[in-house]
């Protein structure tokens, strides 16, 4: 009992604790500024992302810089990925302006309180399969739902902010194509100034990328817009500007909501904490194959856990591993997790001193970095790429696509569509596995019959059965088995091939039971071939072991038909089966 606390609590200290892989690096003088520098190219990049990425999730701007300053220095010192930056992202923010919307919260104040709220549920979902070890849950969120969801998401937070583009109200519909419908009908009431401000926005995002890829576009894009907003009177003329950001670091602050109202935020707290994870695994992923250093998922779900915990006690909203920034920090040549220290110092310098320099950063600008910065996540070839692979993948993501972009605001129901797509369709693939009879090929091997234009023996069948046995597919292979006994009148020995079967439960084991009796009914011995020791012992339990048979299980399926002849002689025919000599022509 003791040595199983002492490694429930080791466990405990190690997750909280992997800094202690890295930290010790720091001593090298190299490698201290080669993170400081990767930490203020990122800070560079976060600090106009962020406000308008908490503009997309319904907030003000500041909470984004909220949310950059120790969410991010929490992720980085809990989490397994040096690289990795974490912060306020696209999809995560879309998903918390949805997840908000039906609460109907009236005031300001409400509104960041459950944001916060939010914050704390995902962080403790996510800690918790960190240090249960359940990151494995985080595969039911398939790559076809994944990429669905993702390309919807994108055409979605896109369209939401053409209204600050066109300078326009938001008329909301209780879906977000009524919104949109509503918001083209607006156009001819465009505001001017603030179009042009913000074609002009999209177009030095766009245009420095090109020319100067090395150079960060949203910062040079934002300086120069404030600078023009500043200089030629844009709010004076009617334009929206970012005003006045509070000066300061956020203050600890237990939000305060209702129980009641928290209720209604699990599903959303759950698919966020997945989604959100999800993306920041895969880009910690991509580095890791790059830099070879270890990565855990369970750890890594520690640190973003506690990162949204964090953010949830400092006025912040839920965050999540970028696959942008993380980009330029590992091509700043990021080496360990001080990098994203850095960051959120140099957040916290922004907040402290440089927040009425941002007053008159327009909206529009703001707008047109959150449009270019998700255009680059719409891509339809991973959707053609899934459809070649397997058909079901294909229209997964098809189905999560359109569902997502229907039922929008209420982004969760793509996800739990997704989810249950891809489930109903594994189950459907296992319901019926592969039933082929086998023949001797040209090159020796037993190959498909039908396939090969084999000749089989119409005494002695061997049968290959591809998948497990359970309760779905049971019913299946009696059919089978019954069916290709109608097809062979003359057939005395019946050999399945069982190696590809790795699970069978008590209703497999059932109808297995009761295919033996009902060949023996019919004068027809049933071998066992190649079944693995797990099978065989599932056997041995029940009883079914000795009531077909010990000497009737076999290593080869030769083995099998070769003792099939010893015991019926010349009433059989194996030829086909060992010989090459009997293939169609």
């Not at 993501?397 to 039922?407: K, Q, W, Y």
């Not at 594994?426 to 091997?445: A, C, W």
């Amino acid at each position: 009992m003791e040595s199983a606390f002492t490694s429930i609590l080791k466990n405990f200290i190690n997750r909280l604790t992997p800094f202690k892989e890295w930290i010790g690096e720091l001593k090298d003088a190299g490698t201290l500024k080669s993170d400081a520098i990767a930490g203020l190219t990122v800070a560079l990049v976060l600090v106009p992302q962020s406000m308008a990425y908490a503009q997309l999730a319904g907030l003000p701007a500041y909470v984004g810089l909220y949310a950059s300053f120790l969410p991010v220095i929490f992720a980085a010192v809990f989490g397994s990925s040096r690289q990795l930056a974490t912060g306020p992202v696209a999809i995560v923010s879309l998903m918390t302006a949805a997840a908000l919307e039906p609460l109907a919260i009236s005031s300001p104040d409400g509104y960041l309180a459950y944001a916060a709220a939010l914050a704390f549920m995902v962080g403790v979902f996510q800690a918790s399969l960190g240090f249960l070890r359940l990151g494995i849950l985080v595969d039911f969120l398939s790559h076809p739902v994944v990429v669905g969801f993702t390309n919807a998401a994108a055409i979605i937070i896109a369209s939401s902010q053409l209204s600050k583009i066109f300078g326009l109200e938001t008329r909301k519909g209780d879906h977000h194509y009524v919104t949109v419908w509503n918001l083209i009908q607006d156009i001819p009431q465009t505001h001017l100034t603030t179009l042009v401000m913000g074609i002009f926005s999209i177009f030095l995002l766009v245009y420095i990328k090109k020319v100067a890829p090395r150079l960060p576009n949203v910062l040079i894009t934002v300086v120069i817009c404030t600078l023009l907003s500043f200089f030629l009177g844009y709010e004076s003329r009617g334009g929206a500007v970012i005003g006045v950001v509070p000066s300061g670091l956020p203050g600890f602050k237990i939000p305060d909501v209702e129980f009641g109202q928290m209720v209604n935020l699990v599903v959303s707290a759950a698919v966020i904490g997945l989604l959100g994870f999800v993306e920041a695994i895969s880009v910690a992923k991509a580095i890791a194959s790059e830099t070879r250093q270890r990565l855990s998922a369970n750890q890594e779900l520690v640190g973003q856990g506690l990162s949204n915990i964090v953010a949830s006690m400092f006025q912040a909203y839920p965050v999540s591993g970028s696959f942008s920034r993380s980009a330029v920090n590992f091509a700043a040549d990021a080496r360990t997790g001080f990098s994203s220290i850095v960051t959120g110092i140099l957040v916290a310098v922004t907040l402290l001193f440089l927040t009425p320099l941002l007053y008159h950063l327009p909206q529009a600008t703001l707008a047109a970095v959150i449009m270019v910065a998700v255009f680059y996540l719409i891509k339809i070839e991973p959707i053609v790429h899934a459809w070649k692979v397997h058909r079901h993948d294909g229209f997964v993501a098809v189905a999560v696509f359109i569902t997502t972009l229907f039922f929008a605001p209420h982004l969760e129901k793509g996800i739990m569509a997704g989810v249950l797509l891809s489930l109903g369709l594994f189950l459907y693939r296992t319901m019926s596995p592969r039933f082929v009879e086998v023949g001797r090929h040209e090159d020796g091997s037993l190959r498909s019959a039908e396939l090969f234009d084999l000749k089989t023996s119409d005494t002695v069948s061997i049968f290959r059965y591809d998948g497990d046995l359970y309760f779905a597919n049971a019913g299946y292979l009696e059919g089978k088995v019954l069916n290709s006994m109608a097809q062979k009148p003359n057939l005395k020995v019946m050999v399945l091939d069982f190696e590809s079967v790795d699970l069978i439960d008590s209703t497999g084991e059932e109808t297995l039971a009761r295919i033996v009796e009902r060949m023996e009914v019919a004068g027809v011995e049933l071998y066992i071939a190649r079944a693995k020791r797990t099978m065989r012992d599932a056997f041995t339990r029940s009883g079914l072991m000795e009531k077909i048979g010990e000497d009737r299980f076999f290593r080869e399926r030769t083995l099998a038909a070769k003792f099939a002849k010893e015991k019926f002689g010349d009433e059989i025919d194996i030829e086909p089966i060992i010989s090459v000599q009997h293939i169609n022509r």
